[in-house]
Structures are given as structure tokens and as C-alpha cells.
């Protein structure tokens, strides 16, 4: 079946760095369009970063310029560099996996930005 799974996450001081990353099996990941999506306590899902198959990219407005996505097709993996943390980047962070129709979730892991 299919499995994406994020590790990485935990607790930082604002300013600080994390890695994301998320493993994919159970799909031909190559085909995906790959994402980083979030959800804060009471708040909306909301698009954190995406890859197209392209390597094409885009951001939330509110991470453009310190969040960074990337993928390495032959690992199965896509990554969320995130830099400067603020408190504001504290949600779950969950990996998505998008082709058309067929849509894949993770079961999101916890960032926490605070100090």
C-alpha cells in the first residue's frame, strides 16, 4: 500500500533551522507532484511548498524565501529545508503526493517553533 512518512520535525527556537523529510513508497514516486502542506490548531490545511515532476517549485507567501523543497526521485524522497523559523511556522506538517486524481497523504508530524 501506500505509505508516505514524514520525520524531522520537533521543538526549535525561533530563528532556527529543521529538516524535513518525507519517504514514499507503494507509488511510481517519480510521477508525483510532491508537497509539504500545514495545519495549525484551528486553522485551515494550507500549501507550505510543492515539486512538480519538472522540479518546478512553488510556495506559500508566507515561507518564500526560507523554506526550500527539493526531491531525489531514486530515494523516493522529498525534503522541506526550513530556515528562520518563527513561532507563526509552528503546525503539523504533513507530505503530500499528488497525480491528478490519485492523492496521497502522510500522517504529519509535529514542528514546533517556540522558545
Known amino acids: 500500500q501506500v505509505q508516505l512518512v514524514e520525520s524531522g520535525g520537533g521543538l526549535v527556537q525561533p530563528g532556527g533551522s529543521l529538516r524535513l523529510s518525507c519517504a514514499a513508497s507503494?507509488?511510481?514516486?517519480?510521477?508525483?507532484?510532491m508537497g509539504w502542506y500545514r495545519q495549525a490548531p484551528g486553522k485551515q490545511r494550507e500549501l507550505v511548498a510543492r515539486i512538480t515532476i519538472l522540479g518546478g517549485t512553488n510556495y506559500g507567501d508566507s515561507v518564500k524565501g526560507r523554506f526550500t523543497i527539493s526531491r531525489d526521485n531514486a530515494k523516493k524522497m522529498v525534503y522541506l529545508q526550513m530556515n528562520s523559523l518563527k513561532p507563526e511556522d509552528t503546525a503539523v506538517y504533513y507530505c503530500?503526493?499528488?497525480?491528478?486524481?490519485?492523492?496521497?497523504w502522510g500522517q504529519g508530524i509535529q514542528v514546533t517553533v517556540s522558545s
Open positions: 507503494g507509488i511510481l514516486f517519480s510521477i508525483y507532484d
Open positions: 503530500n503526493a499528488d497525480r491528478g486524481g490519485s492523492i496521497f
